[in-house]
Every structure is written in structure tokens, then in C-alpha cells.
């Protein structure tokens, strides 16, 4: 049944309208079979009181007198509300229980405002949902409850006039459905939702925080072709489950504007799940900040660029878990600000740029692994229990180069006692490498607190004749150790200490060698075999 809630004598022109945008929207969302509901609905009137956004009025859904059948709405599954202002603004106060099928909304002039308050809203029937067809404001500060089902929201703008969870104290206003599909315009979603299977942004569709208030849901979002998720400007967290794209370079993620807010986007991806998301992080207005938290077991793959560069605030910080930044793709963020590694791994097979004028550190800290094929083009600190590891920890195939800095632009990495490096060597006498357009650091990280890992690929057994032997090429030379030096560190080949292999430096490099009786032989490496001598030095 139809529930239509008019001001005045507007119903046979509002009930023209709305059929007539109503059918357009039926047929956009592939929903033709409501049709026939809606043509043979019986309608309900509003006649009720209204009243200012300040002084709400007494509009509950539930009093007889506020409808001119003369009867309330009755509970059913497919009851349809109709909302429309007229040029007054009014609450309408849901007080019964009413198990919903749709909400339309027309609110007439961009000065109209209608707010929903009460009880919760509760959803069942055939593709429910809510859709709003206004340039007033729209306010639902109720919960809203749809237990395993899919809750469809429309907007017909692109404005922020569209909230649900507006006001109200966190909890009492919840959202509980089992997947939330935007299927056009923009939403702005405030309050704790905590309760959302799923979120999908159709095509063009728009979600968003307001500037006071966090999103927080466990959700995995689905991008589709040209939609976006937006962190107001407001110092609020922006937390979901997952980022996927539906189609190769599907969704942006970014903030509205102002540069001085410290919100975050948050990907929280649970345990052995993997998402990948191919849109754009940081494509907006100037003086946006975008600045991701990668927490969470499972992976979060980015398969698409990051253009943040010259924007104060933005960085990438990896808490747990894997952020993979895919082949040939690049992030660009903030001026003169750090991205850190926690914990977890942030493997980096494609380009980490700094803006131009600034360093842009990467600092890697206890728990942390830097990995990947790609190049980074910032100074790199390695603090104790961070681990260096060129291809990563999962890779297992096959053995990879990992730059830092650039011809143009050289890079320093400092190294600090108790760091690790993970060295594999594969079948084909190929070996791991971190290249280093700039200086290597050693001044405090030469004790034997500091681990090299060596790990054969595929069946490889190590062969002290065969293959490459270098840990670190620069092209800056090595600071805190001098030619030809046994460095302090412990090396483990597969698994196992042992004393018969040693990371020396060799002019600019730092190279595996085998010392023996007053001769230091080093494999694989020219210009420094035949030294003889050598003690080690600390």
C-alpha cells in the first residue's frame, strides 16, 4: 500500500510527479515489477501538523487524525511512505511499527527540510529502499533495520542534502542491513555504522562523512564507474572493510577540501580476504589531504595511483596486514610528511614519489617489512625489528630488485641496530638486491643483533662459487664503515646460523663473503678478491 504525506491540497499534483519520476526510477534500477504495486496502492494523505526544524511538532505516524482517511497506516510488508514538504518545513515522527517496502521523497525548493525521527525504520518486502528527489534537505535520524536484506538508496542530486544518521547519539541510530547499495547521487552516512554486510556505489554514486562525524563499518565497499567515497573536512576517520573496484579503474577516495583536518581513510581488511582497488585515491579540489591507515590480517591490493602530492597531511601508514601498490602504478603524497610501516607489509612493486622540494621519509618500524620490485624515491629508516625484503615475504618464486632514490634525486637509508634482511637466491644464480641511488647508513647497525636471512627459492641450495653475492649496491658509498670491513652482523643460511659467511663492505657496496686463513675470498664480486688481512673492525 502507498502512504502519501501531502501539505494542503498538493496531492493530485504531487501524485502526477511522483508516478512520473517514480516510473524513471523504477526502470533505471531494473525494478519494473514494483510497478504494478505502486498503480494499485491504496494512499494515505498526510495532514498532520508541521512545523519548523526547531520546533518539531507532534507528527507521529501512529494518530488517526494526521492522515484524511481517517485511519493510521497498518503494519504490512509493503507499505510505501511518500514524503513531500510543500513550502513547510516539518517532522515527521515515525512512533509504530510499520514494516516499510519503500520511502520516496520530494521536498519541493532547496529551502525545505524534513527530518524522520523516532522509532526505527524497519524494511522488508520487495527491493526496499529509500530515494529522494530533492534539493531540500532530508534528514533520517532514526535507525534503520533490513536483517539480511539489500537497503537500496537513491538520490536524484549531487549535493549534501541527503544524510542518514543525522543527530542523535551514537547507537541509537544505527544502520543494520545486510548490504547497502547506492545506486545514484550522493549519501552522507553519520553516526557508528556497525552493522552493514556490503556497501556498492553505483554508477556516479557518492558516499560521505560529514565534517563531525566518523563512519566505522566493517563493510567491504564496491566501486562502480565513476563513483567515490569523501572524508569531510572535519578530523574524522572514514573506516570500511575493503576497497574493490567492479571494473578496472572504478572509484576515488578523497577528501572535500582543507588541508588542516587529521581524519584518515581506514581499510581494515580481515584475515585471508583480499580486495583489489584499481580507482584513484586523491583526485579532487587543491588542499585536499587523503591519507590512508592500512590495518587488518588480509591484503589490500592498489592497483591504481595516488596523486596527493603538494597536499599538507597526506601519508601512508601499514599498521598489519599487506598493502600491495601494484606494477607501474605510483603514490604521491604531502609535503614533508613521513609514511611509516608499523607492522604488517607494504610490498611496493610500482613508484613512491616525493614531492618536489621535499624529503618525504618512509620510516620502517619494529614489526614492519619493506618489500617489493618497484622504486622508492625517499630517504628510508630502518628501525630495530623492521625487515628489508626485496620481492616480499610471500613472494617465493622468484628473486627481486628493490630501489631507492633516483639519478636525479639521490636517497640516504640509515640502518639501526636489530634489523633484518631477507636475501633470497634462486636455481638460476640470480639474488635479491637493494639498490641505492644515494649513501647506505651503517653507523648503528653494526652489532650482530642484526640478522641477514639467507633463503634458497624453488629447491635452491646455496653454492658459495655461484652467482651474485651483493646485499647493497649505492652509489653514494657506505657511512659508518670503511673499506674491506667485516661488518658485526649474523648471517643465517637457510635456517641455520653459521660462521663461515660474513657481510663485508666493498667499496660502495656491502657484499656476502667467506673469510679464510689470512685471506678474505669473496665471491662473485670483482675489484676486492685477493685483500688479504683483513680483521674485523667494530
Known amino acids: 500500500m502507498e502512504l502519501i504525506i501531502k501539505i494542503g491540497n498538493t496531492h493530485t499534483t504531487y501524485w502526477r510527479h511522483n508516478m512520473r519520476h517514480l516510473k524513471r526510477l523504477?526502470?533505471?534500477?531494473?525494478?519494473?515489477?514494483?510497478?504494478?504495486?505502486?498503480?494499485?496502492?491504496?494512499?494515505?494523505?498526510?495532514?498532520?501538523?508541521?512545523?519548523?526544524?526547531?520546533?518539531?511538532?507532534?507528527?507521529?505516524?501512529s494518530e488517526t487524525g494526521h492522515w484524511d482517511q481517517g485511519t493510521a497506516p497498518a503494519s504490512a510488508n509493503d507499505t510505501i511512505l511518500n514524503f513531500q514538504s510543500g513550502t513547510s518545513n516539518y517532522d515527521a515522527n515515525n512512533n509504530t511499527n510499520i514494516t516499510l517496502n519503500r520511502i520516496n521523497l520530494t521536498t519541493g525548493d532547496g529551502t525545505n527540510q524534513v527530518r524522520i525521527i523516532g522509532n526505527a525504520l524497519n524494511f522488508g518486502g520487495t527491493t526496499p529502499g529509500i530515494f529522494y528527489d530533492s534539493t531540500g534537505n532530508f534528514f533520517i535520524r532514526t535507525a534503520i533495520s533490513a536483517p539480511g536484506q539489500t537497503l537500496i538508496l537513491n538520490s536524484s542530486q549531487i549535493n549534501d542534502n541527503f544524510k542518514l544518521n543525522e543527530g542523535g547519539a551514537a547507537g541509537n541510530n544505527s544502520i543494520d542491513v545486510g548490504n547497502l547499495h547506492i545506486t545514484g547521487g550522493r549519501v552522507t552516512l553519520r553516526g557508528t555504522q556497525n552493522n552493514i554486510g556490503a556497501i556498492t556505489l553505483g554508477e556516479n554514486a557518492e558516499l560521505r562523512t560529514d565534517a563531525n562525524n566518523a563512519i566505522n563499518t566493517t563493510a567491504v565497499i564496491h566501486f562502480g564507474v565513476g563513483s567515490e567515497i569523501?572524508?569531510?573536512?572535519?578530523?574524522?576517520?572514514?573506516?570500511?572493510?575493503?576497497?574493490?573496484?567492479?571494473?578496472?579503474?572504478?572509484?576515488?577516495?578523497?577528501?572535500?577540501?582543507?588541508?588542516?583536518?587529521?581524519?584518515?581513510?581506514?581499510?581494515?581488511?580481515?584475515?585471508?580476504?583480499?580486495?583489489?582497488?584499481?580507482?584513484?585515491?586523491?583526485?579532487?579540489?587543491?588542499?585536499?589531504?587523503?591519507?590512508?591507515?592500512?590495518?587488518?590480517?588480509?591484503?589490500?591490493?592498489?592497483?591504481?595511483?595516488?596523486?596527493?602530492?603538494?597536499?599538507?597531511?597526506?601519508?601512508?601508514?601499514?599498521?598489519?596486514?599487506?598493502?600491495?601498490?601494484?606494477?607501474?602504478?605510483?603514490?604521491?603524497?604531502?609535503?614533508?610528511?613521513?609514511?611509516?610501516?608499523?607492522?604488517?607489509?607494504?610490498?611496493i612493486d610500482g613508484i613512491i614519489l616525493s614531492n618536489a622540494g621535499h624529503d618525504d621519509a618512509?620510516?620502517?618500524?619494529?614489526?614492519?617489512?619493506?618489500?617489493?620490485?618497484?622504486?622508492?624515491?625517499?630517504?628510508?629508516?630502518?628501525?630495530?625489528?623492521?625487515?628489508?625484503?626485496?620481492?616480499?615475504?610471500?613472494?617465493?618464486?622468484?628473486?627481486?630488485?628493490?630501489?631507492?632514490?633516483?639519478?636525479?634525486?639521490?636517497?640516504?637509508?640509515?640502518?639501526?641496530?636489530?634489523?633484518?634482511?631477507?636475501?633470497?637466491?634462486?636455481?638460476?644464480?640470480?639474488?635479491?638486491?637493494?639498490?641505492?641511488?644515494?649513501?647506505?647508513?651503517?653507523?648503528?647497525?653494526?652489532?650482530?643483533?642484526?640478522?641477514?636471512?639467507?633463503?634458497?627459492?624453488?629447491?635452491?641450495?646455496?653454492?658459495?662459487?655461484?652467482?651474485?653475492?651483493?646485499?647493497?649496491?649505492?652509489?653514494?658509498?657506505?657511512?659508518?664503515?670503511?673499506?674491506?670491513?667485516?661488518?658485526?652482523?649474523?648471517?643465517?643460511?637457510?635456517?641455520g646460523s653459521t660462521q663461515n659467511w660474513f657481510a663485508v663492505v666493498d667499496g660502495n657496496d656491502v657484499i656476502l663473503a667467506i673469510p679464510e686463513p689470512g685471506t678474505l675470498l669473496l665471491l662473485g664480486i670483482t675489484g676486492i678478491a685477493g685483500l688479504i688481512g683483513f680483521r674485523r673492525r667494530r
Open 362 to 495: 618512509i620510516n620502517l618500524n619494529n614489526g614492519g617489512t619493506l618489500s617489493g620490485s618497484g622504486e622508492v624515491r625517499r630517504t628510508v629508516n630502518v628501525a630495530e625489528g623492521g625487515t628489508l625484503s626485496p620481492g616480499g615475504i610471500l613472494s617465493g618464486s622468484s628473486t627481486a630488485t628493490l630501489t631507492f632514490g633516483t639519478e636525479a634525486t639521490n636517497r640516504t637509508m640509515t640502518l639501526n641496530n636489530g634489523f633484518s634482511y631477507l636475501w633470497e637466491y634462486h636455481t638460476d644464480n640470480s639474488s635479491d638486491l637493494i639498490n641505492i641511488f644515494g649513501a647506505l647508513d651503517l653507523n648503528n647497525s653494526n652489532t650482530d643483533n642484526t640478522v641477514i636471512n639467507v633463503v634458497g627459492l624453488n629447491g635452491a641450495t646455496f653454492d658459495p662459487f655461484a652467482g651474485n653475492r651483493i646485499l647493497f649496491a649505492t652509489t653514494g658509498g657506505v657511512i659508518g664503515a670503511s673499506n674491506g670491513q667485516i661488518l658485526d652482523w649474523t648471517v643465517n643460511i637457510d635456517g
Open 230 to 347: 569523501q572524508r569531510a573536512h572535519g578530523a574524522v576517520n572514514f573506516t570500511s572493510g575493503g576497497w574493490q573496484s567492479t571494473t578496472q579503474g572504478a572509484g576515488n577516495i578523497r577528501q572535500s577540501s582543507n588541508t588542516s583536518s587529521g581524519g584518515n581513510f581506514i581499510v581494515n581488511v580481515v584475515e585471508n580476504a583480499s580486495y583489489t582497488y584499481s580507482g584513484t585515491i586523491g583526485t579532487g579540489g587543491s588542499g585536499e589531504r587523503t591519507s590512508i591507515i592500512k590495518q587488518g590480517l588480509g591484503t589490500q591490493i592498489l592497483d591504481g595511483n595516488m596523486s596527493a602530492a603538494g597536499r599538507v597531511g597526506n601519508q601512508v601508514t601499514v599498521e598489519n596486514g599487506l598493502l600491495w601498490l601494484l606494477e607501474s602504478r605510483t603514490i604521491a603524497t604531502g609535503n614533508g610528511n613521513a609514511s611509516h610501516i608499523n607492522s604488517g607489509e607494504f610490498r
Open 26 to 61: 523504477l526502470l533505471a534500477c531494473g525494478m519494473t515489477a514494483l510497478l504494478a504495486l505502486t498503480a494499485s496502492a491504496q494512499t494515505w494523505d498526510w495532514t498532520g501538523p508541521s512545523g519548523s526544524i526547531g520546533s518539531p511538532t507532534t507528527g507521529t505516524w
